[in-house]
């Protein structure tokens, strides 16, 4: 039972005496019996004490992890690659010492590689437990210190652990004049101010070096204990030489000022001298301030500035004072400092000129004693605690000494060299930092007695018993040199008998003596003395014993021999009626001793000098741990001593008295026995009668209220008691029979008394406040037993078994519990707070008796308990039983209890579950915060514990609380209806649960039903919601609605949200402490700048701040923690990221187990859909993720597609697959190339599933296409430049990037290892199919499709801000979005129905039109390919000549494709006809009937079919308008037009994609070349910001790389649409109106113009030099078309020479007139438009004035020198030409006579006129004409 290591539980912790001098008489020693009492006393000092090792619970964690910064990526974030850098850089700066060691910080980020996670048979967790990071602060003390009731353990109370101690040690004396005699000296600790001595007086002596031994001690050194420093304490040093010889050598020449040394013949006489005179007379003073700065010392010169003062830079009076050293910390917890003394040399001794007393030393007005030229030098230290209390307080739990360290360490002396005039210098020795050389003769300190233990209010723990007497002053009527001796006599029978050796010596290691000697005074009528005489007194004093003093003179001068005294008188004082008195006793001197000079009736015989007056003064000083100086207690120990040893009468009956009596002790004398008082009153309840038992309890219940009641520091349980029961208490050493079995019996029966209605005095409410001591006492005493008797049969290093108590003993307490209980329910009820006291008390009694008895015997207890407080009781109560168990579950042995066997089911933990889960149900809600809280703290309590680190003890842990998981399922509405921090925690305890569970436990989970194991995910989602992590920045808007409803007082403030509800607490504590130093994780620091780590408010500002913002209700967590430090801040972030992050790996750690055993198909879910998993990854995919989650991320993406993939493709899943595709692409768009790669190659596993299970990727493709459709609404995709234009963004690039890298073959199987997946995991192939279908064609073709929705969305924002302004380009980019978002019919529909508005706006009806058709399209094939309706293929064809683009090839697939808010149920006939409808409106706007016949013509089938009847008459009465209308613009005599058409080239690099292309632009009738040129200039004029931009004048081909450059060109050619047959290639020019059969439909591809040049350089020739350029235009696309202008993709050009140009000429005239001749007309009827436009031709041909018609082609070709140019083929050609015109003329002529009436004669005439001159002008170039007409 020595110590602890031996695995028992009691630990001895030896009695340090102090000044081991203190023994009892050994007379004593072997006589105790006689007198218990004594007995009792010495045991109680002497004995070791016991200490309980388990009582206040064992707790050792692990270190606190350390966290790694979680990266949160956001769009447009790299804070990895920032970081990287950041570390990289690091080294550079620090010169990497560590040159080829790459920098580990580096790898911040642990690439787990998790290499193939389906063979993981041994799981290996993807990340950090949840649980640390959500309590990253936890201290089981801080947590158990919360609990109510909560033991604190004291400090052991050994004497002096608190105050300082202080070692003084005597170096040496020196004097001017030289060193001859012996000086001896005292040293006392002294209060200026109260006048008072507080130490006895330490002895020193300083020889002569002649006169030394060779074993001098003088080295000794004393130790003075002090409660606290105060400017008043101070050393008071007296020092004493031999007295001075009469005519000798004076001791003034230890002050005289010449000559200053002693002569030899001085040191001689002084030599011989001391050496015959062994008396010694007063010679010096000197008060040493300890802690005082600035007092100027009683000589007047200035005080030696003192030793420990706190600082001397308080302004002080002296001249050479330097500065303060910078203070050295202290390096020990204890707070001391390092052992570092100082010297003091002290050279203000006051010589003492005539008899002084300690007043005298404090008059200022005294005339100033002549200093000594001298030097004493001290050394003094403070001491740290001596190591058994050091060690007591190390194990007691209370490292903060903070009353060792009061701001004044020993170090913070300061090294001072003052002018000698009266003071000292003080020298630094450092000795190695430590009390090194003086552990050697560490035994000779001598520790001076502090008189203030006899008056301090707490118990005696050491063993005193000794007077002090201190003469004080003798006066005579003559001069006399008087000194006195004291002894102590036993009687005063013999005069000769010996006196009692008794007296302390004045020189160390010497035996008591009979005697002791006062100083000499020398020639003083008044004697004054400063002694202190120090006696041993015996153990048991009678009225006899008394001190004997003597007076003596002695003569100063050596006749023949040495002086000898000479008796002058005697005094005596009897102990037993003078020692307690502390006041001045004055006595008369006696001239002679007779027998029995005591006695009253001697006196009269006695001779007294002076006349019997009381002329010696003195005073005594007791310090006695044994003579009480109350009666009443004197009383209680004679009548205990009388009943034990049996001297009593049997009844005791004057026992009972003194045991009532005191009630009355006085408090002082009543705490300094406490101890002995308790054990004899134990003694009496062990072992005494039922009456002396009931009295010893009421008066030990009495003592323990008064105690309680009067102490200092209000805490629960009274530190003198704690210290009783925790140490002192040792159960009478096993001596007796233990104390608990009589301690429960008393009580029981007073308890059942009290229970049975009997009146018990108000004593009762007592006995239930002190329960907490008896219970404690009864459960040590048990436990000392239970020790005991295992202590020499248990074979070393095995535990105690625990005891089983006997059945009585059990009954009682159960009996004494049990009323307890009653009384706590009963008391709670009136909510008394005892009873929440008495109730933990309880608890620790069943938390400290598990240790003990038999757990199963505490279990009965546990159970009475939970009888009583059963189900959800009242508020008041059921925090009472959470309290109970609460401190019970907090046992060490708790996990363990009973056992691990399976068998031994764990009691305590089961009902810990079932009440939480009650709590939970609670209407209270603080009851269910604190009920939450509990779980948590004892969740973490396991989770740190080094116990319980191994993985089969978490298992064992997690197994224990499983249960927890399985109510919570059962009943989810519980859970539902707690606040969001309660909810955290139980997901925090759920989490716990499940990570440390074995696989088999967790699909027992699984397999009980299909909606159980959907709710276990729920949880899991809850998880993800409720602790996602938030950039603070989210917060903002959450910020005041986060408060719950509790509102017990203000609420501590929020820090966080997310993090336990403890780190709250903690940010405040911190917040009020300055930050110092770094934090645990150095790493921290690089992301803080430096302007930050210095924060410009001060602390007390933002301190302000936080409480005005807490206490404003709703302060949100952010405004909270923008006041914060931005250490703390850090903090605070870095763990809620690795919280977030940590529950988020949990989650999918746990979903990957899910997907493995669901693969088995062993759990109960639906496999049709396995909605457990889709549902955890639509959500983890939504939410905020840390990188390391993305990492692990991508495996357990694959191996759960490659296991479930043909059910996570499936049509039931669309939901799940599009949010998943929607959230991978927008992962793709991320800036961290980590992230962005893993999320090519999550498309690229989609990719292949789509492949394994569908083989084809139609369907996948819509998914994304749709999804990055969604995601161009969310991402931004432009971004502005400097001059405020936009340009394509980060953003747009890095999916554009993604999306090519998807389709990247080369890469892929790099990308593939990076992400921990095998090379070949895309093409492998997979189980139960035959083979891999991948193809990277197909990917391709995939990957373009969305590339090319990628950039149609990207032009399309690029237009924003000219949208308005360029119409042309707007309609364009809709048109391309639509193009782009074609696989996806609701989207093309989409873009299709804006652009058809854009058109609409613009008034462009016909390319409106084309819209709704192209609409109409879409909807009739996707009907035509289900077969629905009533449309063939031939209809959809038929809409294809309407509008080209209505293509053939949109897949069944895409039609199908039924996505969320996507799908062909749109898609109906009557949105068909709808849209027809729209086209036909259309069109009628832009007059293109012909286009309205054909659309009603397939909306007619559709009313046919459903016979209605109505809306066919009105398509029939619109077709016969249409068809009127057709008619109309056919016979009007201006032909047609529907539109104009113009060229426009666009030639200079600020146009951009439109540089150097040509388009055809189609516009209104209306508009001419002007009005586009302006249009298109204002366009484009605004985009060039400085460029001029210039139109081409003309139409001729432009060599762009000739123009300016920096220029922008305009070319616009108004063109002429070309039919479809038209012989291009025909040297006619072309006149519209001849085209013929009109009404074909008109769309055109083809525009040509045509452009006269000639070859010599001259803009302008006659005809003869006149060449033709005709230009043909192929578009891309036709129109009427979905847009405006289309590319130009094809010119050619024809060259015709100036003859070919005149044939042309002339046959185009030719031709005309015979079109005009030759129409058929149906009626006569319409003669009039035929004859006007007979006319308007034949005017042109044959009037005379049209001179450069024929006639001019004659004479430029026929005459002259270009005749002989001409070839004669083209000769003969043009002569034809111009002979077949006059025929035709000629006809002309003769049928326009046929028409004309009377009005038109004229005209006639003048055409014949016209035609007879141009045939004579002709002839002379063809005299052929002649003959041919």
């Given at each position: 039972m020595e110590t602890s290591s031996s695995g028992y539980r009691f630990r001895r912790i030896p009695h340090h005496s102090f000044a081991g001098s203190l023994n009892l008489d050994p007379l004593l020693d072997e006589n105790l019996e006689q007198w218990p009492h004594l007995n009792e006393l010495v045991q109680c000092y002497r004995t070791d004490w016991v200490k309980d090792e388990n009582k206040y619970g064992h707790y050792e964690s692990v270190s606190p992890p350390s966290f790694q910064s979680q990266i949160y990526e956001c769009p447009d974030t790299d804070i990895e690659t920032e970081m990287h850098l950041a570390n990289a850089r690091r080294p550079k700066i620090e010169d990497s010492i560590d040159g080829e060691i790459p920098s580990t910080s580096g790898t911040q980020f642990s690439e787990a590689n998790f290499s193939d996670l389906s063979n993981a048979k041994v799981s290996k967790h993807f990340g950090e437990s949840p649980l640390p990071t959500y309590e990253p602060v936890f201290d089981w003390e801080n947590e158990r210190s919360l609990i109510f009731g909560q033991r604190i353990p004291e400090?052991?109370?050994?004497?002096?652990?608190?105050?300082?101690?202080?070692?003084?040690?005597v170096l040496s004396l020196s004097f001017q004049a030289g060193l001859a005699e012996p000086f001896y000296g005292t040293i006392c600790l002294y209060n200026r101010e109260r006048r008072e001595k507080l130490s006895e007086d330490f002895i020193f002596h300083v020889l002569p070096t002649e006169m030394q031994e060779a074993s001098s001690s003088h080295e000794r050194r004393c130790i003075f204990h002090l409660d606290a420093p105060s400017a008043s304490i101070c050393l008071l040093i007296q020092l004493e030489k031999p007295a001075t010889e009469e005519g000798g050598v004076s001791p003034s020449v230890y002050s005289r000022k010449e000559p200053v040394h002693l002569t030899e013949r001085e040191k001689q006489k002084l030599q011989v001298w001391s050496r015959i005179m062994p008396y010694r007379e007063s010679f010096s003073w000197a008060i040493i301030p300890l802690f005082d700065s600035n007092i100027t010392s009683v000589g007047g010169s200035a005080s030696p500035s003192s030793p420990l003062a706190p600082s001397v830079s308080a302004s002080s009076s002296q001249e050479g004072m330097t500065e303060p050293l910078s203070k050295i910390t202290a390096d020990g917890k204890l707070g001391y400092s390092n052992g570092n003394s100082i010297v003091v040399e002290v050279s203000n001794l006051n010589k003492v000129k005539e008899g002084y007393t300690e007043e005298s030393l404090q008059d200022p007005k005294r005339k100033v004693h002549k200093p000594v030229k001298g030097v004493l030098k001290l050394e003094i230290e403070k001491l740290p605690a001596s190591s058994a209390e050091a060690e007591n307080a190390l194990e007691s739990g209370s490292l903060t000494y903070d009353s060792l360290d009061h701001g004044d360490h020993l170090n913070d002396a300061i090294s001072m060299k003052c002018s000698t005039n009266g003071s000292f210098e003080m020298k630094e020795l450092v000795r190695n930092g430590s009390v090194a050389h003086e552990n050697v003769e560490n035994t000779a300190d001598f520790e001076a007695f502090d008189f203030r233990t006899t008056t301090r209010n707490e118990p005696f723990l050491q063993l005193f018993h000794c007077l002090y007497v201190y003469p004080l002053t003798v006066s005579m009527s003559r001069k006399r040199n008087m000194f006195i001796r004291v002894e102590l006599r036993k009687d005063d029978t013999d005069i000769r008998k010996p006196h009692l050796e008794a007296m302390h010596p004045r020189e160390p290691g010497v035996p008591l003596q009979k005697w002791s000697h006062t100083q000499v005074a020398v020639g003083a009528r008044v004697a004054s003395y400063h002694d202190e005489i120090k006696v041993s007194l015996p153990a048991i004093w009678t009225p006899s014993h008394h001190l004997l003093f003597t007076f003596y003179h002695v003569d100063l001068q050596t006749k023949l021999e040495a002086p000898k005294p000479v008796v002058i008188g005697y005094a005596s004082l009897p102990l037993s009626t003078h020692a307690q008195f502390r006041s001045e006793i004055s006595l008369p001197i006696m001239k002679e001793l007779v027998p029995h000079y005591l006695q009253e009736s001697g006196k009269e015989r006695l001779d007294y000098l002076e006349d019997g007056k009381n002329i010696f003064k003195l005073r005594l000083r007791l310090c006695s741990s044994l003579y009480p100086v109350s009666e009443r207690i004197r009383d209680?120990?004679?009548?205990?001593?009388?009943?034990?040893?049996?001297?009593?009468?049997?009844?005791?009956?004057?026992?009972?008295?003194?045991?009532?009596?005191?009630?009355?002790?006085?408090?002082?004398?009543?705490?300094?026995?406490?101890?002995?008082?308790?054990?004899?009153?134990?003694?009496?309840?062990?072992?005494?009668?039922?009456?002396?038992?009931?009295?010893?309890?009421?008066?030990?219940?009495?003592?323990?209220?008064?105690?309680?009641?009067?102490?200092?520091?209000?805490?629960?349980?009274?530190?003198?008691?704690?210290?009783?029961?925790?140490?002192?208490?040792?159960?009478?050493?096993g001596r007796q029979p233990p104390v608990y079995p009589g301690l429960s019996t008393v009580w029981g029966s007073l308890a059942r008394s009290k229970a049975k209605g009997y009146r018990v005095g108000p004593v009762y409410d007592d006995v239930l406040a002190m329960a907490w001591f008896f219970l404690e006492l009864i459960v040590k005493s048990m436990a000392l037993e239970q020790a005991r008797s295992f202590y020499h049969n248990l074979?070393?290093?095995?535990?105690?078994?625990?005891?089983?108590?006997?059945?009585?003993?059990?009954?009682?307490?159960?009996?004494?519990?049990?009323?307890?209980?009653?009384?706590?329910?009963?008391?709670?009820?009136?909510?008394?707070?005892?009873?929440?006291?008495?109730?933990?008390?309880?608890?620790?009694?069943?938390?400290?008796?598990?240790?003990?008895?038999?757990?199963?015997?505490?279990?009965?207890?546990?159970?009475?308990?939970?009888?009583?407080?059963?189900?959800v009781c009242q508020t008041v109560l059921h925090d009472c039983k959470?309290?109970?168990?609460?401190?019970?579950?907090?046992?060490?042995?708790?996990?363990?209890?009973?056992?691990?066997?399976?068998?031994?089911?764990?009691?305590?933990?089961?009902?810990?579950?079932?009440?939480?889960?009650?709590?939970?149900?609670?209407?209270?809600?603080?009851?269910?915060?604190?009920?939450?809280?509990?779980?948590?703290?004892?969740?973490?309590?396991?989770?740190?514990?080094?116990?319980y680190q191994k993985q089969e003890d978490k298992l064992y842990i997690a197994q224990l609380y499983f249960p927890l998981v399985g109510q919570i399922l059962d009943e989810m509405p519980v859970f539902y209806n707690l606040s969001t921090i309660e909810k955290r925690e139980a997901l925090i305890i759920f989490l716990q649960i499940v990570r440390n569970l074995d696989d088999e436990s967790l699909v027992k989970a699984w397999e009980q039903s299909i909606a159980r194991t959907r709710l276990f995910f729920k949880l899991l989602e809850e998880c993800l919601m409720h602790f996602e992590h938030r950039k603070p920045a989210d917060g903002m808007l959450v910020g005041s609605s986060s408060r719950s409803v509790i509102g017990d007082g203000p609420a501590s403030p929020k820090y966080s949200d997310r993090l336990s509800p403890a780190i709250n607490h903690y940010m405040s504590e911190a917040a009020r402490q300055e930050v110092r130093g770094t934090p645990d994780n150095g790493y921290l620091w690089q992301r803080v700048n430096s302007q930050l780590s210095s924060p410009s408010q001060p602390y007390s500002l933002r301190e302000a701040l936080a409480q005005a913002q807490s206490s404003r209700i709703g302060a949100s967590a952010l405004a909270l923690r923008e006041s914060l430090h931005p250490i703390l801040r850090q903090k605070l972030e870095l763990w809620e990221e690795n919280l977030s992050a940590a529950v988020s790996l949990q989650v999918l750690e746990v979903s990957e187990k899910f997907s493995r055993t669901a693969a088995t198909k062993r759990i109960a879910t639906d496999y049709g859909k396995l909605d457990c998993i889709t549902s955890i990854f639509m959500n983890v995919f939504s939410r905020n993720q840390p990188l390391s989650f993305w990492k692990a991320l991508v495996p357990v993406f694959n191996s759960v597609f490659e296991l479930h993939g043909a059910t996570l493709m499936a049509r039931e899943n669309d939901r799940f697959l599009k949010q998943i595709a929607f959230h991978l692409l927008?992962?793709?768009?991320?800036?961290?190339?980590?992230?962005?790669?893993?999320?090519?190659?999550?498309?690229?596993?989609?990719?292949?599933?789509?492949?394994?299970?569908?083989?084809?990727?139609?369907?996948?493709?819509?998914?994304?296409?749709?999804?990055?459709?969604?995601?161009?609404?969310?991402?931004?995709?432009?971004?502005?430049?400097?001059?405020?234009?936009?340009?394509?963004?980060?953003?747009?690039?890095?999916?554009?990037?993604?999306?090519?890298?998807?389709?990247?073959?080369?890469?892929?199987?790099?990308?593939?290892?990076?992400?921990?997946?095998?090379?070949?995991?895309?093409?492998?192939?997979?189980?139960?199919?035959?083979?891999?279908?991948?193809?990277?064609?197909?990917?391709?073709?995939?990957?373009?499709?969305?590339?090319?929705?990628?950039?149609?969305?990207?032009?399309?924002?690029?237009?924003?801000?000219?949208?308005?302004?360029?119409?042309?380009?707007?309609?364009?980019?809709?048109?391309?979005?639509?193009?782009?978002?074609?696989?996806?019919?609701d989207l093309h529909i989409m873009w299709l129905l804006h652009l058809c508005d854009a058109h609409q706006e613009m008034q462009s009806w016909a390319e409106a039109a084309q819209c709704a058709v192209a609409v109409a399209g879409v909807v009739m094939q996707a009907l035509v390919c289900r077969n629905d309706g009533v449309w063939s293929k031939d209809h959809v064809s038929a809409l294809r000549k309407i509008c080209p683009m209505v293509s053939s090839d949109i897949t069944s697939e895409a039609s199908a494709a039924e996505v969320e808010g996507y799908g062909s149920s749109k898609l109906t006939v009557d949105s068909a006809v709808k849209y027809l409808q729209l086209a036909n409106k259309l069109f009628s706007q832009a007059e293109l009937f012909h286009f309205c016949a054909s659309i009603l013509e397939l909306v007619i089938p559709v009313y046919k079919s459903r016979k209605a009847y109505g809306q066919l008459a009105k398509c029939h009465t619109m077709l016969t308008n249409i068809y009127e209308s057709i008619l109309e613009q056919e016979s009007s005599p201006i032909p047609f037009t529907d539109a104009t058409y113009y060229r426009v080239g666009f030639y200079g690099e600020k146009f951009g994609k439109l540089d150097r292309k040509e388009y055809v632009y189609r516009e209104p009738r209306d508009v001419r070349l002007g009005d586009i040129m302006e249009k298109l200039s204002h366009i484009y004029e605004s985009r060039m910001d400085g460029t001029t931009l210039h139109v081409i004048p003309d139409s001729r081909q432009v060599k762009a790389d000739e123009l300016q450059p920096g220029v922008c060109y305009l070319q616009i050619t108004a063109v002429d649409p070309v039919m479809e047959d038209e012989d291009l290639g025909s040297r006619r020019e072309r006149i519209f109106s001849l085209s013929t059969g009109s009404v074909r439909a008109r769309v055109f591809d083809r525009f040509l113009f045509d452009t006269p040049f000639t070859k010599n350089g001259k803009t302008q020739g006659g005809l003869e030099d006149q060449w033709k350029r005709r230009t043909v235009l192929q578009t891309e696309g036709s129109f009427p078309a979905l847009v405006n202008r289309l590319l130009v993709i094809k010119s050619e050009s024809l060259e015709f020479s100036p003859v070919e140009n005149a044939i042309g000429m002339i046959e185009t005239r030719t031709a005309a007139l015979r079109n005009e001749l030759e129409e058929p007309r149906s009626s006569e009827g319409d003669q009039l438009p035929r004859l006007q436009s007979l006319q308007r031709i034949l005017q042109g041909s044959v009037a005379v004035q049209v001179n450069s018609g024929v006639l001019s082609v004659c004479t430029a070709f026929l005459s002259g020198e270009p005749a002989t140019r001409l070839r004669s083929q083209e000769l003969q050609q043009l002569i034809a030409a111009l002979l077949e015109f006059m025929a035709v003329c000629k006809r002309a002529i003769r049928v326009h006579f046929r028409l004309i009436g009377e009005e038109d004669q004229d005209f006639h005439t003048q055409l014949v006129n016209g035609f007879q001159s141009l045939t004579a002008e002709l002839s002379h170039y063809i005299p052929a004409i002649l003959s041919e007409l």
């Open positions: 400090a052991h109370m050994s004497q002096y652990t608190s105050g300082l101690k202080i070692a003084v040690k209680f120990f004679l009548e205990y001593d009388r009943h034990t040893l049996r001297t009593s009468p049997p009844w005791g009956s004057e026992l009972l008295e003194a045991i009532n009596s005191l009630k009355n002790v006085d408090s002082t004398a009543l705490l300094q026995f406490l101890y002995p008082i308790l054990n004899m009153l134990l003694h009496l309840i062990g072992n005494g009668g039922e009456t002396l038992q009931v009295a010893a309890f009421r008066a030990m219940v009495n003592i323990l209220t008064r105690v309680q009641q009067e102490s200092v520091d209000e805490a629960e349980r009274n530190a003198f008691l704690v210290n009783f029961v925790d140490f002192a208490f040792d159960d009478f050493g074979p070393s290093g095995e535990d105690v078994p625990p005891m089983q108590l006997k059945e009585g003993v059990f009954r009682c307490v159960v009996q004494l519990y049990d009323c307890l209980l009653t009384e706590v329910h009963e008391r709670c009820k009136k909510g008394l707070s005892l009873a929440k006291h008495l109730n933990s008390s309880l608890a620790f009694f069943c938390y400290d008796l598990l240790s003990i008895i038999e757990p199963r015997q505490v279990f009965e207890l546990v159970s009475l308990y939970l009888d009583k407080f059963s189900g959470l309290t109970f168990l609460q401190i019970i579950c907090d046992h060490d042995l708790f996990v363990e209890m009973p056992g691990r066997d399976p068998s031994d089911r764990n009691y305590l933990s089961s009902i810990l579950i079932q009440e939480i889960f009650l709590t939970w149900d609670h209407d209270d809600l603080s009851m269910r915060a604190k009920a939450a809280r509990i779980l948590v703290v004892l969740m973490c309590k396991h989770e740190f514990d080094i116990r927008r992962l793709a768009v991320f800036r961290n190339d980590n992230v962005r790669k893993r999320a090519v190659i999550g498309l690229q596993i989609l990719i292949r599933s789509s492949f394994s299970y569908f083989m084809q990727t139609g369907r996948l493709r819509v998914m994304l296409t749709i999804t990055l459709s969604e995601l161009m609404s969310e991402v931004q995709v432009t971004q502005m430049k400097p001059d405020g234009t936009l340009e394509e963004s980060g953003e747009a690039r890095r999916l554009r990037n993604s999306l090519e890298e998807m389709v990247d073959e080369a890469k892929s199987s790099s990308l593939l290892v990076e992400s921990g997946l095998p090379e070949n995991a895309l093409v492998a192939v997979p189980e139960g199919l035959a083979e891999n279908r991948w193809s990277w064609s197909e990917v391709k073709f995939l990957s373009e499709s969305l590339l090319m929705a990628l950039d149609a969305s990207l032009e399309h924002a690029l237009l924003g801000s000219v949208m308005n302004l360029d119409r042309y380009a707007a309609a364009e980019s809709f048109y391309k979005l639509a193009m782009a978002f074609s696989p996806v019919p």
